[in-house]
């Protein structure tokens, strides 16, 4: 059980956390909120920056050619109204072809990358994550590797509380038994 917890905990961060990268040594900035995951070439991509001016200048180099492609500023500013905080909110989507790219700006600096089924590895994370946590079946080795078990509890006992069933002569009657008993009624009325 505790270390089927565990597991869980384990891909739900894995999961929260997939594709966070940093530029090698560069420390990205923490003032600058994105789409850690990636942007779709075709979908609106924004960054939020916080405390930066509306003047700021942003700028987007591809990570490859070390070329410029994007050269802006804010597209607007809003303020929380919790915080009061002033953030700036930057609009790229006129950059839509595949790569991977930096974001510079006064308040540093940040990876993103834009590709066809960008939200692909965190799917397939969520799917295994769910596949991992099943217990009525193996989970094989083919597919889960060190994390593979044999099936947690089979489930070939059912034991039903006395609150969701009724009781005529020492028989317990389920509600599913009774809609199967009245599915059974309709179907001989249809002579189905």
């Keep these: 059980m505790n270390n089927t917890l565990l597991f869980s905990c384990c891909c739900m961060t894995a999961m929260a956390f997939a594709g966070c990268k940093n530029a090698g040594t560069e420390q990205q900035s923490e003032l600058i909120r994105f789409n850690q995951i990636g942007y779709y070439p075709s979908q609106e991509k924004v960054i939020v920056v916080e405390g930066a001016s509306p003047d700021d200048e942003y700028t987007i180099t591809d990570i490859q050619t070390k070329e410029e492609i994007w050269r802006g ?29 930096t974001i510079s700006s006064p308040s540093g600096k940040v990876e993103i990358e834009i590709k066809d089924n960008a939200l692909k590895t965190l799917a397939d994370a969520a799917a295994k994550a769910y596949y991992y946590q099943r ?35 020492g028989n317990f009657i389920t509600l599913r038994m009774v809609r199967c008993r009245r599915l059974q009624q309709i179907h001989r009325q249809l002579g189905i």
């Design 73 to 101: 500023k804010a597209s607007r500013t809003a303020t929380s109204p919790w915080s009061g905080k002033e953030r700036a909110v930057v609009d790229f989507t006129s950059v839509s072809k595949p790569g991977k790219y």
């Design 135 to 169: 217990t009525g079946v193996a989970i094989e080795k083919q597919y889960a590797g060190v994390w593979h078990r044999p099936a947690g509890h089979p489930d070939t006992k059912v034991y039903i509380h006395e609150s969701v069933a009724s009781c005529r002569n």
